[in-house]
């Protein structure tokens, strides 16, 4: 006898097939992962930076700005690096 969770897997494949990856996706995924990796941390320290200098300079206004432009430019590198994922899975 199947158990839930084992009949909900087996819906959920009926209605939308798991779609192999080659090893050739998984390099390229594999690529465009450590690349939106780096380009996010590349941001984080040079905003980071900014907001340290803010507070430090007594611009305390500023640092609300920067902490919601960081959010958003995560933000969109993490959608980017999804919409080029499956580009590729595509």
Known sequence: MKSAYELAMERLEKSSPAVAVTDEQRAEIAAIDARFTSKI????????????????????????????????????????????????RG
């Not at 640092?63 to 995560?74: D, F, G, S, W």
């Open 41 to 88: 941390a590349e941001r984080e320290l040079f905003l980071n930076d900014l907001i340290a200098k803010a507070i430090s300079s007594g611009n305390y206004q500023e640092v609300p700005e920067l902490k919601t432009q960081l959010a958003r430019e995560i933000a969109g590198f993490r959608s980017d690096c999804e919409a080029a994922k499956e580009k590729v």
